[in-house]
């Protein structure tokens, strides 16, 4: 394997997906969203919205659930495949 090259990038609408929970998690920190619970009806949305968005892209068995992360923060908990390679994990986007 050392002679190949291997390179991987996640499906731009998920790269997307990522960015926008950063964004959510900014406006708990600045106050504009009081609690990450009360994100959650907006976190959602953008799971549904970005999951179609992933399957049209050439995603499979997308799975997108927004969670309260410790802190306060919300968190994403992703699973989906591209053809037999298969992706999961969990983080928190949000400023260190």
Known sequence: MPDQVFKFAHVHSFVTLVYEFYELNERILTGDIISAKA?????????AKYSKLMQAEGASKVSLEPY???GGWV???WSYSIGDF??????TPRRP
């Open 68 to 70: 309260v992360a410790s």
């Open 86 to 91: 298969a992706l999961q994990g969990a983080q």
């Open 39 to 47: 994100s959650f009806p907006r976190a959602r949305k953008l799971c």
């Open 75 to 77: 968190g994403l908990s």
